[in-house]
């Protein structure tokens, strides 16, 4: 039975042992985006920038990995399944509907089974709309997908570090903070803050994983 960890923008709520070293820093981590949700080919372009992007800045890079399309097999050391629902644009966004944070479901979430932080990462888009499609409805509709796409990247880099660093510690500040708000998603700059990316830098915080090389 798995326990399941959620995140209100990406709060994590259950209680982890700390210390642990970052499992795959500096290392190559293939992302599978296992998806039933609609996603518009924009916003997953942004999100995927986005993702990489703020990973690179703490030493891990994403491999994105569809097994459909015959890619060679990767060795990477960890392979991470980001699961969407909903509907992932911005386009059905209306000025008039406001939704209070507190009255959201999780933005984002990730699994935890006997303490291990699970290779899985799920955001809730329907959430996300609610949240910022107001903001972004006043927008022209190329800027409005691109602010989601990024959003979205921001929420999936929140969990993947966790995933990837084996910690559900939090920063004080910048993408590994414990709280978002809308401001944090749609602003121009919203990065890893300098202590988290000191951390994944540290030799102390990196172990040797295996590589696994996935079958396409």
């Not at 509907?87 to 209306?94: G, I, K, N």
């Not at 984002?108 to 609610?130: K, M, W, Y």
């Not at 990837?164 to 978002?180: C, L, N, R, S, Y």
Request: charged share 15%; aromatic share 6%.
């Amino acid at each position: 039975m798995y326990a399941r960890r959620s995140a209100t923008f990406c709060l994590l709520c259950v209680s982890i042992a700390s210390g642990q070293p970052m499992a795959s820093a500096g290392k190559d981590v293939a992302v599978f985006l296992k998806t039933s949700a609609i996603l518009s080919a924009p916003v997953l372009a942004d999100a995927q920038s986005e993702l990489s992007s703020q990973m690179r800045t703490i030493g891990v890079r994403i491999i994105w990995w569809n097994p459909g399309q015959g890619q060679p097999q990767p060795a990477v050391s960890r392979l991470i399944i980001a699961d969407f629902n909903g509907v992932c644009s911005s386009l059905s966004a209306s000025p008039d509907e406001a939704f209070a944070a507190s009255n959201l479901p999780p933005l984002a979430s990730t699994s935890v089974s006997d303490g291990i932080i699970l290779p899985f990462a799920h955001v809730d888009c329907s959430a996300l709309e609610q949240l910022v499609g107001p903001v972004l409805a006043a927008q022209p509709v190329s800027r409005r997908e691109h602010l989601f796409g990024r959003a979205i990247g921001r929420l999936l880099a929140h969990e993947v570090y966790h995933i990837v660093a084996q910690t559900a510690d939090h920063a004080q500040a910048g993408i590994a903070k414990e709280h978002f708000s809308t401001k944090d998603l749609l602003a121009e700059h919203f990065d890893f803050d300098p202590a988290t990316i000191a951390r994944a830098a540290s030799p102390a915080r990196l172990s040797t994983s295996p590589q696994v090389h996935l079958a396409p």
